[in-house]
């Protein structure tokens, strides 16, 4: 274990950040993946000391999560992490706030608090685990299960439209807006990275797989035989081409995304869509996010967009500097017996 | 300069002033700037605004009307009065509405200008009130506010509506010159608050001079009345605000146990106030966060309470509502924070601008599980300083939520406060944890209080959070007798608060046949209304009771010694439910008026006569 004593950068391992705990998620569950690239990335963030990390979380499977790390950790209410995070972030500004979330935590019942927490771009990090299920309450449908789905709930199928997370991350204006997938072991250990090193909201939305009631609901997305036709890897600077031979391409027309065939011998390379990440507009981060779960589009993943804006916990603590440079370091004696005051001579 | 005019001068002790016009007529503005001349001048006062939840309800309606009362003397007062002596009546809707209240014989003043053909069938006048006989036995003057203002400045570079506007300085200083009041500190408040718009300045010191001249000139007015100062205890002293009050000892609390100040909170009246004075006072270190709800007001207050902050979120009754899930995260996790809760008529959104007592069970009980939190609440609006500080103290000294209870009344109403020196504060002992050799999150002290590790200290990185904890390791435990074993510690915390909250005092004979009990803002009432009982030669005790849970130690040891306790509150009998399960005392008699308003003082005297078989006089 690091020994805090010593001078310098603390090298720590994945290990230095699992906690004494057992970990109970179901055998086979996709939270484990993302614990495991969690403990693995947490060692090469920059300068980070473990006692200056905080996990919160609400209520769901995901929501276990901070048991598993060894930080400071706070499991909360149902829905509540985001603002019980800003709390902490916004009053300390020095520590390193995560949120651990599920769909039904974040989206549903913590709906309010996540797109506030967006819009303030307060320097959190929220993963959100997407299962599109209700695990913990064992089989509900969630607000990013798909329309005519069968559960516990619904048993004559959901006449609910599904949220697009991403989608509503960026109309809150977040200013980091990625995705990933649980067994896409490397990519995510990668969109970590860059979230833990964003200044300002980092969401990042992580498919993970439920095998006990939504099982295979990114079977598109992970199987081997159709991942590379399904799944668009999101690079900042590069076209965006998928497929198996990396031979077809996202080229905009006018306003419209279309599939193109690179060996049509009617496009090349050069009229496929790069990827800006850094685009202040967010008419092409739209664009990419409705290429989700469309059946004639690969879905996105990566960094959708990322903006460098001064964040609420900065912001306010520059005002306390400010404020207080201005008219001194409060004084308690003095504010007490300002203003109309007049006196009364014993008698 | 024309003529002497021959004015008499006439002493009284206290008296009672009623300003009332349209919610657009500033009479808020007037009456707190007629309170703070008062102050000044060493009057004891006591204020009640009265103003509908509307904004700007229609001009000239009813409904519209809005009021601030003010109650000063040359003696010790508790209350904003009963009955106005004096009313100003800046429309025939005011008249109306406060007509009724107003002793008989009271003075009225009432601005003709509006007494127009529209403004009377709006207020549901038939009939001119001044020309028919309505105002009969009462000692009305008639003056034309409006026009005089409009006269007084012609000269002055605003429109007509504009001008209009500081009709009601205009009238503030024709009170001034009633009372014998200077007018200099609203001068001086009118140059510090208009210091960009010289030309407003200007308008509302030539109306506040012109009404005051008015006075002095006009043969109508031939007595002016004198107030001397009250004989308070010597010291510095300031007229307060029960919410400036609370803020200010939340800030206070702050500066004693050395922790910065967070507050989470949400827009909702009668709290909003709070939170805009905290949010000026970001030198103090204090941070204050607009949530996007009240949920998020608690639940960011409970995060910075984790981290290590004094925390603290202010709301009203359907806000502590919606807080109540996260008032028990805070049971749980055993953490510090203080939820104020400045009642409100209910229930729903109820009577939003009226006050009310009926949080207290929500207050004491209102959580799922067995869920004990520290409640305290406030007396006066004074007493709010010292109730934020005693809350602020119980919640970090014990690691736990505490409930500040205070109302609209104490809220909005104000009384000099005489200064307390920073050094005569309590202490706030607090102390985080650093002992990583032998830290374990839910061990617990000689109080049943757990340690305070905040995130950043090395080594002693540790969870926290809603499921039952283990006593001692807090790890998740769903152990049957661990849970029961934490229910009785967690109950056990609340009432180890007993320890260091002081005894109930008794004011009056320490026994007997009747003790009037109260808590929160009916402190004043029944203080005026025991001492006339007593004047009266009726046998009367008083105690009240500041801290609610847990009760003071020798509570039921006082309870015991007086045959009959009358209760008044604010609710349908939420203390003496309490009482009665508590102490089993029989002779608890209920006292409740849900009005959206406090007791009079006279509503005490004569249900202590009542009490004593009516008009006789006791021994």
């Known amino acids: 274990m690091a020994n805090n004593i010593e001078v310098g950068e603390i090298k720590y391992t994945p290990k230095d950040f699992a906690s004494d705990q057992d970990v109970r998620w179901c055998p086979g569950c996709g939270d484990y993946a993302i614990l495991a690239q969690v403990q693995r990335t947490f060692p090469k963030i920059p300068g980070i000391k473990r006692e200056n990390i905080v996990w919160v979380s609400g209520i769901g499977c995901s929501s276990r999560f901070p048991y598993y790390m060894n930080t400071y950790g706070f499991h909360s209410i149902h829905g509540r992490a985001p603002a019980i995070a800003t709390g902490i972030k916004i009053s300390r500004p020095e520590l390193q706030v995560w949120v651990a979330t599920g769909d039904g935590d974040l989206l549903s019942i913590g709906g309010n608090h996540f797109i506030h927490a967006c819009r303030r771009n307060v320097d959190i990090k929220i993963m959100l685990f997407n299962n599109r299920i209700y695990a913990l309450t064992k089989g509900q449908y969630s ?34 807006v990625a995705r990933s997938i649980d067994r896409d072991a490397k990519h995510l250990q990668s969109m970590i990275l860059r979230a ?28 081997k035989e159709t991942k590379e036709d399904h799944v668009l890897y999101l690079e900042h600077g590069k076209p965006m081409i998928f497929g198996k031979n990396k031979d077809k391409g996202i080229v905009l027309k006018g306003l419209e995304p279309v599939v193109v065939d690179l060996n049509d011998g009617k496009h090349t390379i050069d009229d496929v869509l790069v990827h800006d990440e850094n685009d202040a507009s967010l008419i092409r981060a739209f664009i990419l996010s409705h290429l989700t779960d469309h059946p004639d589009f690969p879905t996105p993943v990566g960094v959708f967009r990322q903006l460098f804006q001064p964040t609420y916990d900065e912001s306010l603590n520059q005002q306390i500097k400010d404020v207080t440079e201005k008219l001194g370091k409060g004084d308690l004696e003095k504010l007490l017996f300002s203003g109309n005051t007049w006196t009364v001579s014993d008698n | 300069m024309g003529n002497e005019k021959q004015t008499e001068e006439k002493q009284i002790r206290e008296v009672t002033v009623r300003f009332a016009g349209d919610s657009g007529d500033g009479m808020q503005l007037t009456g707190t700037q007629f309170s703070n001349t008062t102050a000044s001048l060493g009057n004891d006062l006591s204020t009640l605004p009265d103003y509908p939840a509307e904004i700007r309800a229609p001009a000239g309606t009813l409904y519209g009307v809005s009021g601030f009362q003010l109650h000063f003397s040359s003696s010790d007062i508790y209350t904003p009065g009963d009955k106005p002596d004096v009313l100003v009546a800046m429309n025939p809707a005011a008249l109306k509405k406060n007509l009724p209240d107003l002793k008989p014989g009271a003075m009225i003043i009432v601005n003709t200008d509006s007494f127009d053909k529209k403004n009377l069938a709006l207020a549901g006048f038939e009939t001119n009130p001044l020309e028919d006989g309505t105002l009969d036995g009462f000692e009305v003057y008639e003056v034309p506010i409006t ?75 031939t007595t002016r009345y004198k107030i001397e100062p009250a004989k308070l205890p010597g010291g510095t002293y300031r007229n307060i605000s029960g919410n400036e009050a609370t803020a200010w000892g939340f800030i206070a609390a702050s500066v004693k146990s050395g922790l910065p100040l967070f507050l989470g909170s949400y827009p909702i009246t009668p709290a909003s106030e709070i939170l805009q004075y905290l949010s000026k006072y970001k030198n103090f270190n204090v941070r204050t966060f607009q949530a996007e709800d009240e949920i998020a007001g608690i639940t960011s207050a409970i995060g910075a309470s984790f981290a290590g902050n004094l925390a603290i979120t202010t709301t009203s009754g359907p806000g502590l509502a919606l807080k109540t899930e996260a008032i028990g995260l805070a049971v749980m996790t055993e953490l510090p924070l203080v939820i104020v809760d400045v009642q409100r008529g209910g229930p729903s959104t109820g009577l939003p601008t009226k006050t009310e007592q009926a949080d207290l069970l929500q207050a004491i ?35 736990s939520p505490v409930i500040l209870l205070t109302d609209g009344y104490l809220a909005n109403g104000s009384e000099p406060w005489k200064i307390p020196h920073v050094d005569e504060l309590p202490e706030i002992k607090v102390e985080f944890y650093k002992d990583a050799e032998n830290f374990k999150p839910y061990a617990r002290n000689e109080n049943l209080v757990r340690p305070w590790v905040v995130p ?49 005092e008794v004011d009056g004979d320490q026994e007997g046949d009747l003790l009037v009990l109260g808590w929160g803002s009916t402190y004043g009432a029944i203080k005026e209304g025991v001492e006339r009982a007593r004047k009266r030669g009726y046998k009367v005790s008083q105690a009240h009771l500041k801290y609610l849970n847990p009760f003071p130690k020798n509570t039921g040891g006082v309870l015991a010694k007086f045959e009959r306790i009358l209760l008044p509150e604010v609710n349908m009998g939420q203390l003496a439910k309490i009482l009665r399960s508590e102490f089993l005392h029989h002779g608890i008699i209920q006292f409740n008026l849900v009005r959206g308003l406090p007791f009079r003082s006279t509503e005490i005297e004569e249900k202590i006569i009542e009490l004593f078989g009516g008009g006789n006089n006791g021994q």
């Open chain 1, 143 to 176: 607000p990013t299960s798909e329309r005519g789905k069968i559960t516990k709930t619904t048993p004559y199928g959901s006449i609910d439209y599904p949220f697009n997370a991403i989608s509503l991350a960026l109309g809150a204006n977040a200013t980091f």
């Open chain 1, 196 to 223: 833990a090193q964003h200044k300002g909201t980092a969401f990042l939305e992580i498919y993970q797989n439920c095998n006990i009631f939504n099982d295979g609901a990114f079977r598109l997305l992970t199987d």
């Open chain 2, 147 to 221: 026009t005089l203002t409009f006269n007084a400045l012609e000269d002055v570079d605003l429109s007509t509506k504009e001008k209009a506007r500081s009709k009601n300085f205009f009238a503030l200083g024709l009170m001034y010159w009633l009372f014998e009041r200077p007018l200099d500190t609203t001068i001086n408040w009118l140059k510090e608050k208009f210091k960009n718009k010289p030309v407003l300045i200007e308008a509302n010191e030539k109306a506040l001079r012109a009404g005051y001249n008015f006075g002095d000139i006009t043969e109508r007015f």
């Open chain 2, 365 to 399: 009980y209102g959580r799922n599980g067995e869920a004990p939190v520290g409640v305290v609440a406030a007396a006066t609006p004074s007493d709010c300083f010292h109730m934020a500080i005693e809350a602020s103290r119980l919640a970090l000294e014990f690691m």
């Open chain 2, 456 to 504: 950043g200290t090395p080594n002693m990185e540790h969870r926290i959070g809603g499921l039952e904890k283990a006593n001692i390791t807090g790890n998740v435990s769903y152990d049957p007798e661990n849970h029961h074993e934490m229910v009785k510690i967690r109950a056990q915390k609340i009432q180890n608060m007993q320890k260091v909250i002081p005894d109930l």
